[in-house]
């Protein structure tokens, strides 16, 4: 499985038309370019037709946004994890508030992606969920109040109490499982205050995908976590 | 919240003909009379729209088939707590294999059913999703392997690690939440074994419901458990 | 299948406290006083597990809010048309906004309705997916723009071409269908509007379910078409 | 919108292991190759992280496996149309049987992907459905009975009568949209029997898609057509 160094920043481009086909590409040149210019890990998370191209384009982690639980053979449509790995994907996100998985799916999934080596980050909405999450084995937890998601409200300033007691309640139980927080985050002060809580890192979306210069941002948020 | 005596036999009625209806309540009855007659804990889950006349047929816990996780307004067609409590229902099965949910929606159910004092019954199909859904705070996890479901063969007898590998792996985090198993349970011995490895009951639907001697069925699988 | 004379008044309970288990029971009451009263033509959708006893109170038709396309056996939490037979259900919403159906299970659905003798009502959100709605051969369908549903804006006098739009397209390949329309109807003069543009009925919930006075609401509702 | 000549071969690559990522390529470039070699119209449909890389290689047209309905924004792991575009592809399958969507969705990718100038193939399951499924005003909708997918039992030689009541009721109300069939297609013979049927080109996966000659199964498949 490839090594994620902490803490991290992962991009979620959703499908922000700033950061889609080519811009995608754009996009993820320069999270690379800021990533090795200030010795920091950044991971990027674009769309599933897209993951190909940026794969070829980047020389840091590619994630999917999403990967299915079935197996090779009849699944029209569906995301698996073997392709992912065959288009050099390393990792993807699952259970995203925008896409809502079964706790079976979850479970299959990242047993599936144990198995083939892929990273697995998944999304939950609030402390007891996380928990359940880290249950199933998966690489990270990154809990991202709904509410707050492209809201410019960072969780962790606004909710700090959501970040703490996820690391409380999943520490208890599991020393292993990385966890990550999200939603609203925009900022280094928003990054610098998600860490002092016990997240590893942040996954966010907004605040570059849609920015104007996005370049300006990715320099705020890792200003706390540079070199 | 309802006091469910250990260890329990609870009656999934399904959608079976032999169980709708009027005939969810003279199933309801039968189940209710062995329960008196031979002081063992019995509860039974009709279908939702039976719901109402069961519960004032019998006076043994009935419980749904499975609770959706909205709150009260805007949900046509969902099944509110609210409701259920209204109706006399003291508990409910979430996410049984034919009714699967997302993880964020059975925290929602368990929280929600948590606060109205219903009893709750979270289905799984594994150790690993066992001691996930545990973490979400149910009153009790039934592990009931997919394939087995309706087949005749039972988990207890088949399987029996799938029942001792989810005890240790929840009580490793847990010692509160009750533990049941099901799939392909049919006989008083099944019972046995799965009670043996640790299940603190069973949950059961078609060796009941489409038996043409139900009585003699549940006469069997209470034989271990009768006082 | 049951008649339901034209004009028709369906009134959706939602999930609404005032409309769930006993207050269900009341509110079915004063619908049936106001139905017989005036000779108008009103069904009434209560939460599935209240069904029943709404059934066993009152002299209008009773229709679920929603059925599943299963056949008896394996369905657990499952709505099935028999089980809605079996408690003097006659009809059913299907495809609601809040519950939406998969094409082929709203046609598999409509199909069982109609070999049960149960009444549907296809809820759709514009002219094409009403004519789509159409083709499977229920008994209505009910146009009902989601933004508008709960708004108290009527659609009858806010957006006319949607009901005007569904009527000319849907009589251009079928004669037969009833075409209900809904969402933010709320008085006597949103009804006479729908009416106006060849609606043959309304489905409506909070005017009246969330009312203080649901008496009054229908009422004024029934006024356009009492006798 | 890409002109899809008439009679169409459209290979579904599913989740086959024989056609995932680099395999992917080289199949879709044998039916480039057999396309244009034999002067036939062949589509071909790769997973979503592949698409890129097969429309990067080939000079026939690639669709998707599915697309969703929503707009470009807060749609994490979601195939959106704009992104299809962007990557070159030319259409998407939907609905298919192993991906079943919502009507009210069908009908909005449908007319997100009219307006973007993609071909839609709708996949039905019986001739009602395939009636609705046209009346959104797709390009074409493929009538493939479930039970008949990858089972090798060719729907047009054990089933025409699906085939020739598709056409017929779909006619009786549409004369533009494009008919097409599948399920168990595997040879010349099936080929030819579903176009004698009314069918204006057919829908398959797995007999050329798990095939250790799919050269050779492909010039089966359009001896009929070639010219």
Not at 4 to 19: M, S
Not at 64 to 75: N, Y
Not at 164 to 173: E, K, L, N, P, Q
Not at 192 to 214: C, F, R
Request: net charge negative; hydrophobic share 45%; aromatic share 4%.
């Amino acid at each position: 499985m490839v090594n994620i160094e902490l803490p991290v920043i992962a991009i979620n481009f959703k499908t922000y038309t700033q950061a889609t086909g080519e811009k995608a590409v754009i996009l993820a040149r320069l999270c690379e370019k800021v990533a090795k210019e200030y010795g920091v890990s950044i991971v990027v998370a674009p769309q599933i037709p897209d993951l190909y191209r940026v794969v070829n384009a980047v020389d840091i982690p590619v994630f999917s946004q999403h990967m299915d639980a079935g197996e090779p053979g009849r699944f029209t449509g569906h995301v698996l994890g073997e392709t992912l790995v065959e288009n050099g994907v390393v990792g993807t996100l699952l259970n995203h508030s925008e896409n809502r998985m079964q706790l079976a799916d979850i479970e299959a999934s990242v047993s599936k992606a144990n198995s083939l080596g892929l990273y697995t980050i998944v999304c939950t909405n609030n402390p007891p969920v996380s928990v359940a999450a880290a249950s199933v084995n998966p690489s990270a937890v990154a809990v991202e109040p709904p509410e707050l998601i492209g809201s410019g409200i960072s969780v962790s300033q606004s909710q700090p109490e959501i970040i703490s007691g996820t690391v409380d309640m999943i520490r208890a139980v599991n020393k292993e499982v990385v966890i990550l927080c999200g939603a609203g985050i925009g900022t280094g002060t928003d990054v610098e205050a998600a860490i002092k809580l016990g997240s590893q890192g942040v996954l966010l979306a907004s605040a570059v995908a849609k920015s104007d210069k996005p370049e300006d941002v990715l320099k705020s948020l890792i200003e706390p976590i540079r070199k």
